[in-house]
Structures are given as structure tokens and as C-alpha cells.
């Protein structure tokens, strides 16, 4: 499925193999993993591919991490059974939030592949324990701010990226003072305006599921 | 921009430079090559990320090789002067013929960021001599066919790729045997017929292009 | 110098050299960077060395991204002028909380690094604007606890690392949920817990560049 | 077995192992593979190793792959057994023409290594269902020639390698215009002489096997 | 444990792990092998990490090798059982002598790793038939000289690692001439004064062990 | 050049190349190394690419680094200029004694490029200071034995190679227990023998460069 926030475009894909990774094996649980990477011209000047380099950079080993560390919040391992869902989140176009992007898109593309393995009689209850989605804030100026685009990004004192469930819990808090470190009243504007982001967009994705 | 034959979906982008590679460096002369990858669920099982393994392999190697060498049939060196086009060409859907999908559009993206040049007053005159456009064909239950998707290409006996230019004469010519050894007559069939289908594909290259 | 927090030890080492990486040369901004690396038996059981893989994993890409930002947080870059210091942080043993001890230790030897770069008139002014420490704090049974050993990391409900500059203001916040997602309230309880324990680590960082 | 054209001088060997690719396990079908590679010093001005560099050029993949694609269609999976034949074809030599030079020479290790499999009792009938022979053809100063040497091969306006059965069909046909794109006539008049020179090997392969 | 010879200071830890490489699978025998490596600034000035860059370096290849081979000349394969010995050597500090320190170190790493196996029951009887012990010498200013700092080891004109078993015997001797080639007289006078080197680090090692 | 002992082959080539590795540029002094590599095929049974597994062995590097270091030995840098001469040793066939016969070669091929480099007046006096040999010896059965072939090496309780100079004095000397130890008599007549061997060696090598 293809998500799109802004000029941001995600292409996010789940894979069901059988067969969990080696240091799981016969433990009677599931995996999910994610890889996120970006086409080349995904970004206005052109990045060299990672295979061409031969290897994965920081940044995309960092992102893939936290799209699947992210996902597995809803999941249950006993329900999946030894199964390996793998997330693709490829960036198209980039325009800033891609990693959040890509992990509303991915429970998304999760929640399609559980209810293709419930067709199938894969899986006898359901994995999923619940649903995530997530934002990325800023303060900009002075003024905390959802949904950045580049350049905002660019300009941001302060990024923050929050993943909540969908019943408003949290699931990972990232903030990272890029110019200025913030104070604590900051800390807490932002937190409260990323959670009011993910509510909405949880909503968006059960739109999104029931039609 | 995003070319699609039948189900097949391919990514092509061009990306200009400024400057050459090290080996070409101080001639004057501009240089045009190419990329190509399949993401990893363009196919209908995942096949693993190339940045991941570590490695390009074979077939991705051998691809983009051609794709660049068909484009730079086209285009006059000194013309571009000491600057490098590198097209992208990302496969988001396989079913067959994406190579020569990726060649086709490949000629629209070039087309597309000479005229962004000549706009900017990056070159003086258009350092295309020519366009190109590519078709594989293949012989079925001994029928010679055009386009073939993936599963009429599993089928094929023989598989034949063919880039011509927009007058007619052959860039490449690229026939296997997949399964039994081809004949004369087999070989002048296939030729025949992707020489047509390369002219009609020059006439949508035109129309996409004056659009 | 040698960082223990309970049984964690972390050699940090900073190495200065002239000019910066090619991406910020003639900018007369320095650069600081970070790399962390785990000997093969600072765990219990022994890990394949990266340098025998032949590439470096996800966490080890993370934990090195984020002692590097961490430490660009107090750091002039003009006053730095064009030189890059490098912040190598080896865990000889691993007992919980080695990103965080790291980021604490590099603070030392970067502070180190500038007197001598001082001495030697290196640099006019001073490149550090402030001081860096970082601690881990966790969720156990429901209550937040300071600096997780091994075994409490892998028992927290709720894992969050949070570097903070000597007079208290946030540079990075990352809390992640390990079992079940947390509250706003379990939120504010280690933000709190995490300030304090920083501004402790202040105090004997200070201690220590003085003997 | 060392195969010498002009100045070019290819080692080629077949190696026997038991057990075919983890693909392509328990099929009761064997498979034939191929590496191609040149020396350092097998051109005039040195090239470097490719082990040195840690990764495998291109040109090099695209040629193994032919080479492989090319044995194989001389021969019977199921007679073969799992069982993989290698072959190596290692340029000492380089003077134009190595690709054609390597398939034609492993088509004659390939030969003996199925005696040898025969002798055994490792097969029972042979795995082999014709034999292959390739050639190079170039369009030079508007007259097709056979066998280019070097200096040759770059002043062909029109390059092509073509691989044929011992009866004289097709396995590959594969022109590249280096120049001027080429038209039907001059693919006509290389592909019959391509066929010639083919033939021409096939007879000196058998030669070289009865002996 | 830490080994320490003048300035040089190696960490020398041996870990045990149930089962052998493929090639010696279902022998009945075991295994020692050793992983030698430098941290950054374990030099004067820093070198780059070797899982920064992707390969491991001649250096680091050759002195892993000379490690593992002089251990496993006082081992007994047969009494070891299906188990292999990792040897991780790992310099902090280096100033000269640091693959002789290593080895010697080694030694007594693997002697403790040997008491833990028996006192577990892993192996019936000793797998250790007897120790080794490293020293290195060189010629200065036509002198010979026995563990020579780094800066001795850089004027040497003859340089020269040996390794000793307990009782007196030879496992491995290597010397080379950095500056003038050396003649059979300095041959003998740096093995005599070596063997008696190692025989002092064999009396230390036994009571290292003994407390 | 071609070098063949028993039924070892080894390619010897030597590359002059203008210019020197990057750390010692405007020394004024010339550089000489090495690179040794094996066919696949040079032994019974075959062995991996070193370039399709994306790296180098510790034994390929080992030797590579040896013949780089005995060829160094005869060559004054300041004579030679900012010049590199690089030897590639690749094995053709191996029957033991691989190393040794990698050294004595590129001797041969080092002096040939000398003679081509003062012709064309790219060196004013010669950049040779003398030659150099190897052998390598071993104790079978009690008794030492000169340049044992693959059968023999492997029974070899004690392996040596040992570089001498054209006058008879030591480069390298490098023994190995490969079962037990030796003492100091079985030095001394290893090193006796391999004198001897390396003495003949030199006389045949004047041999093949006058001729």
C-alpha cells in the first residue's frame, strides 16, 4: 500500500514467510521485522544506493529498527505462531516524517496480511493486540508543530517522533535537540500534541481498513 | 516518471551532474549511465534487498549495463559536455519485460532532463542524436509473441530483447535459447516483430513527450 | 579513559585531527563524531566480532549515532575551527547501560581532548559550550528505577535513555516500550528520575576533569 | 584445458561436486555453473583483483553468467543426476575475444569431465545432448569480420557474440552496436558469419576430444 | 585477563562453545582458533576500525593465524571432545611486541578456560599436553635485545617472534630483516636469547595460574 | 614469467606503475608488493573464488604480505624513484612449496622490469641491491627434507620457508611445528639444507635472466 503525507510517499509491503529466524526456532513464537530504504531520487539531490555502496548506512539501519521494534508493540508472538511477517517500507518521494510514515503505513500493510492469514486459516486467533501509528513534532520558532516537511525539519530547533497505540498509550518517545537543548515544558507541549497526531491518524487507518 | 506495461511498473528517473567519472575526466566529453533494481516485492515472493546482502548481484549487474548502453546510443558526448546523467530505473511491479520497460522509459526521463538543461543553459544544443526504445519477445508453443509477462516468459522457448532507435536500426539484440536451440527462420521472426513493436513504442515516447 | 558504572567498563578515547570530512571542508566549522563497539566477551556469552562479519549491525550503527549527536550538543563548531575530534567508546565489559556510560565517559575524554588542544593553541576559545551525561532508567515491576544492570534491563517494562546538559535541559530523550506500552504518568515519573540522575553524573564529571 | 586464439589465452576447467544448489534440491536434477575471470596482468595495463576490491565487477558477472547460460543448453539435467559441474575459465591471456574463447573451451572440459563422470559409473547415459562453440563478429570499416583482436574490437562499429549448437542453431545472438546503430542487412551478414565460425570450432572441438 | 609487558597491554579472554567448524564436524576432535585485534587508539595516533572499513587487514589475518597455530601445539584435539576454544585477543595499549604478549597471554586464558571445563566435566582428562609461551627479539645497534618497545622495534635491523613450549622446544620462529638481511651467527645468538626469554614467561605464566 | 618446481606452476608478473601509495607521496623513495593468489583449480580439489566470497583469506594475505616483504629486501627505494612495481603471483597449479616458488619467480620478473625500466630511462642506476631466493624445507620421518610437494608437506612435522639473498645471508626464516616441536638440532639442520637450496636457486635464476 502506498501512504501519503504531504509530498511523502511510502510504499509499504508485508511479507508472510513460514519459519521464524534461527534464534527462535522451535520456541512456538512469531518475528516481525522491518526493512525502510529510499529509492535514490526519492530526496531532491541524489543519494547513491546502498547496494551499490555494499553496505546499509546508519541512518537506514537505524530507521528499519525502529519501524519493527515499533510493530511488534501489537503484535502477539503465540498468536502469529512461527511465522515471519517482513515490512518493506520503501520511500518514493521524501518530504520529511518518512520513518513515521512508513510505520503507519506498515500497520497497515500488517493488519492486510493478518486478516490474508486468517483467510487461509494460517493463524487460529488474531496477532494483532492492537494497532499503532505515528508522528513526527517539532518546535519551529518557538511554536511546537506537527507534521514537518523538509524544510521545516530542516529548521526545527527540536524533532521529536512518538509511536502510540491506538488506545493512546505510548510505544516509543524520540526527541532529539538538534539546535538548543529544551526544557521540560517543552518536552511535555510536544509529547501532548504527538498524541493527539496519533489519534487522529489511527482513526484514519481504520477508515482505511474497513473499506 | 512511472512507465507500466500490463502489470509491470517501473520507476525511471534522471539525475544530472556536474562533472565525470575519474577516467573521463579533462575530455570534454559528458557521460550517461544507468541503475537498476527491483524492490523487494515487485515479484510475487520477496526476494531479499541487495543493500542487505551486501552485494548486487548478477542479473541487476547485467541490466543496468544494458540499460546504460542503450541510452548512450543516443546521445552525442560532446554536446553534454563534462556533465553526467544517471538514470534510475526502479522496478515497483514485475510481470515480465521490465528491462526493456526500464530502457523505454529511461528515454523519456533523459529526454526530459535535456530539455531541463537546455532550459537552465546547461548545454548549448541537445546532446540527443536520436531516441530508443526497447521490446522483448519470445517464441510461445512456436508462435512468436510481443510482451510477454512473467508467466508467458517462464514459458518461452526462446526470449529476445531488442532496443532499436527511433529510425529503425538495432542498438541491441539479445536472443537466448531458454529451452530448445532457435533456428534462422526463428530468429529473422522474432526480429521482425520487435522491430514493429519498438516503432510503436516511439510513437507513445513522442506523444508522452510533447504532453 | 575507563568508564565503570557497577560492572559496565568503557574505554573512551578521543582522538583530534586535523580538517573534516570532505561533505564541510572551507565551511571553518569543525565536526565530532562517535564510534562504540562491543569487544566480542564484554557479554557472557561471546559475540562474532563485526570486523570478522565484515559489517557493522544496526545497534552498534545506532548506539554510535547517538554518542555522536549527543556530544555535538555542547560542542562551537566554530571555535572548534576545521578539525574533527573522534570519540571511540570500546565496552570492555557489558553490564547494562553501556550507550549511556559511553556518552558520559566520551564527555571526559572530549573535555580532556580540548584542554590539550588549548595548551597547544589549537584552538582560540573554548569549543565546549556545556557538558553531556546520560543515564538509563526503567520501568520494574511498576516502579521507575536508575542505572539498569543486565539482568533489570532485560526484566524493565519500559527502557529509556535520556542525555541531559549540565544545567539540566534535554539533548535527547528515548524511551521505548519493551512489554507493555506506557502512560503519559509512567512518562513524567522517568523523565524526572532521569533529570536527577544526570545532574549526579554532572557533578562527577566535573570532579574528575578537576583531579 | 588451455584454449588459445591469437594472443588470448584462456585456462579452462571443469570441477565435479556432488549435490546441486539449495534451490534446486531433491529435483533429481543436476546443474552446470560458470566463473569467468581475468588475471591482473592479462591485459597490458594492469587491472585490479577483484578479491582485492571485495566485490565482482559487472563485466565479470555479465560474462560468468553467459558462459553458464551457454554450456547449459547442451545439457540434460535429469542424465547429469544432482550433480554440479563448475566450470572455471580463467583469462591469462586477453587479446580480444575471451568471452567466445571461454565458452568454447569449456565446452571441451565440460566434454571431458562427463568421460571422466562415465568412467566413474557417476552417470549412466550422458548428460550431454549436443556440444556448443562460440564466436565473436564485429562490423569493421563497413565489412563484417570474425575473430577481433583487441585493437580490432575497439574500432568495431558493431560487436557481436554469437553461440551455437554443434548442429548449427542458436543458443545466443548478442549485437551491440558500438558506434552507429546497425541495421538489418549488417545483422544478417554477422550472424551468417558468425554461424561459419562456428561450425568451423565445432570440427576443432571434436578433434581436440578424440585426441 | 589483562597481560601487560612494559607498555603493552592485551586483553586475552578464551571462550568455550559446543561444537566444531563444518570441515571437522563428526571427528571426535576439537578446535582452538584466535581473533587478534587493535583498538583504535591502541596506537599513538588512531587507526581506523577494521569493521568501519568492511575487511580485516593483512595484519590482523596474519597475527590471528600465528595466535591460533601456536596454541594448538599444546593441545590435544582428541581430549578437547567436539568443543572449540575461541582466543579473543584484543590490544588496548600498544608499544611493541603486542603478537608475542597475545600469545603468551593466550596461554594462560586458555589454561583457565581447560580448569573450567573440568571442574564442569566437559572433558575427561587434559586437553593440554604441555604450554606455550612467546617472546620477540631483534638486533639493535648490532646487539640482540629481548622485547623490544616500539620504538626499539622500529630501528631494529632484524626482528624476531618466538614461541616455546614449556620444556624448551620450538612451535614457531620468525624473523625477518627489516633493514639489512642477517647472517647465520645473529640467527643463532637471537634464538638463544629468545628461547631463554620464553623460558622466564613459562615460570611466570605457571604462577599465574597456580594463584 | 612462469615458474614451475615439480608440478607447481605460478605466474609471475611485475607491473611498473608512475607514483606511490598515498602515505609516502614526496618521500622521494619507490614502493615494491605483492599479490599472490591461487586458481581455483590449482589443487585437487577445488576451492572458492576469493572474489565471489567478497574477501581475502588470512592465508592468501599472509603470503601476499611475505613475497611483498622478500622482495623489498633487494630493492633501494631511492634508486627506484616514486615508482611502484607491483608482482602478481597467481598459482596455476600447486604442489607444494607454493610460497617459496611465488618468491623466486617474481624475482625473476622484478629484475626483468628493472632491465625495461633503465632501458626506457626511467631509472638512472639500477634500484636492485642484490637477489633473493626461498625454498621451503621440512623434517619427514627425522630427516630434512628440501622442497616437499603437497604429498610430503602434509606429512611434515616441522615446515620451514627460509628467503636468503644472492650472498647467502637471510631474509626471512619462518619455521613451523606442524606436529611436535623441533629443538635446536633440527633447526640447524633445516636451515642448513635451505641455504644450500637457496644458494643453487640463485645460480639458476642468473641463469634465466641472462638468457
Chains 1, 2, 3, 4, 5, 6 share one sequence.
Not at 119 to 135: M, T
Amino acid at each position: 500500500m502506498l501512504v501519503e503525507f504531504g509530498r511523502t510517499r511510502v510504499l509499504c509491503a508485508a511479507s508472510v514467510q513460514t519459519g521464524v529466524p534461527r534464534w527462535r526456532r522451535d520456541s512456538g513464537l512469531g518475528w516481525v521485522t522491518a526493512e525502510y530504504a529510499m529509492l535514490p531520487r526519492a530526496t531532491n539531490t541524489r543519494n547513491d544506493r546502498e547496494s551499490v555502496r555494499g553496505k546499509i548506512g546508519g541512518r537506514t539501519h537505524e530507521i528499519s529498527r525502529l519501524v519493527g521494534r515499533s510493530l511488534r508493540a501489537c503484535v502477539d508472538y503465540k498468536a502469529l505462531g512461527e511465522n515471519t511477517v517482513i515490512l518493506d517500507c520503501d520511500v518514493l518521494e521524501a518530504d520529511g516524517g518518512t520513518r513515521t510514515a512508513a510505520i503507519t503505513g506498515a500497520y497497515v500493510a500488517l493488519a492486510d496480511a493478518v486478516a490474508w492469514m486468517r483467510d487461509r486459516k494460517l493463524v487460529r486467533s488474531s496477532p494483532l493486540v492492537g494497532s499503532v501509528a505515528a508522528v513526527s513534532v517539532g518546535v519551529i520558532d518557538g511554536e511546537p508543530r506537527l507534521d514537518l516537511c523538509y524544510e521545516e525539519d530542516v529548521a526545527a530547533e527540536t524533532d521529536m517522533n512518538v509511536v502510540c497505540t491506538g488506545d493512546g498509550r505510548f510505544v516509543e518517545v524520540q526527541g532529539t535537540a538538534e539546535g538548543q537543548p529544551f526544557d521540560r515544558a517543552e518536552l511535555d507541549a510536544l509529547v501532548d500534541l504527538a498524541a493527539g497526531g496519533c489519534a487522529e491518524l489511527t482513526r484514519i487507518q481504520q477508515e482505511a481498513l474497513e473499506s
